[in-house]
């Protein structure tokens, strides 16, 4: 019997965090990525403006995910055995992965055939998927499975560190992505962006065997954590509009996002927690469809991307600005839509496939 043994298995407002959670990520897809494809992002100097407002709110979002999945081990899931453990993250997380990864390399298998032929390298489909798996190349935004992977696998160490010294090691861990920073695009998946969002993950477990002293914290001082994310969001803006590039190891601007976030973190699960039963009761259905969502969403995004550029080639900021919000929207609601006729269909067993 351990101290976790008595805790529930189910956190509503944690739940609904996840759903909050999605949706920033999606955020911060939905307006880059058309300032991407359209070419206003390199041809418009006023484009920076949408990009310095919608990466301050989004930007970095994913480590939410990874903050959540340390919160809910140390406060659920650390009373699984290790093989059940492994077992269901093979099963809800590495199987979805692989068989969206399987259908994105199929349907763009044309594109990087003719790829190979051109440049005289050899190829062969199973290298190619293999690739893609270890790599998540698939889509920009699967580059976080591989790294959720190895999160998983160094559980146990984490895990060991939860008792000695109080957790001291989870806490400087989680501390380490202010001084360790990620690498952003092209190079996502990086050494440097696993100890990122270990970081991250590190924290989440940390906060999950103190969440009663967490919110005791949060609400005295309140005010204190709010000036401290309203600066902390300014220097982030600031720092996007001005296109700031890192020159060394420490990237100034991530460390702010890491601040950032996880600061937003503590303010959001305050928020939920208080609000109980009248939070909106969309987020907990997003919450249960947030895993299917992130691998759906950014097909979406693309294809109404690809469907607008080819009557408006060349948008204008505004028209950027209001087609990115028409996107938002529409991805969440297409990609819910799907997650929601999958789930019904194959019922239990869509979690192969689409991890829901």
Partial sequence: MTAADDRPTFIPYLHKFRGVAILAIIGAHAWSMFGAFSGLQESNPGYIRIYAVTETLFHGSTLFFALIS????????CRQRWPVFFGNKLRNVLAPYAFITLMLTVLAWPEIHAYLIANKIPYNFLQIYGFQLLSGQAQIHLWYIPVLTVL????????????????????????????????????????????????????????????????????RHAAALWSAFVLLTITNFLLFFWEYVPNAYISLHQSVVYAQKMVLALLLMQALKQAASHAPKLLDTLGTYAFSLYFLHLTFIWQFTELWLKFHPKPGLLEAAGIGLAMYVLCIAFSLWLSMAVHKVLGRHSRLFIGV
């Fill in 70 to 77: 340390g919160l809910l081990y140390s406060r659920v899931l």
């Fill in 152 to 219: 998983f696998l160094s559980t146990p160490v984490l895990n060991a560190l939860r008792t000695p010294g109080q957790g001291i090691g989870l806490l400087l861990l989680g501390l380490m992505p202010l001084l360790v920073s990620r690498s952003t695009y092209p190079d996502l998946l990086s050494v440097k962006t696993v100890f990122f969002f270990l970081g991250a993950y590190a924290m989440g477990m940390y906060l999950g065997d103190r969440l009663e002293t967490m919110h005791a914290f949060i609400e």
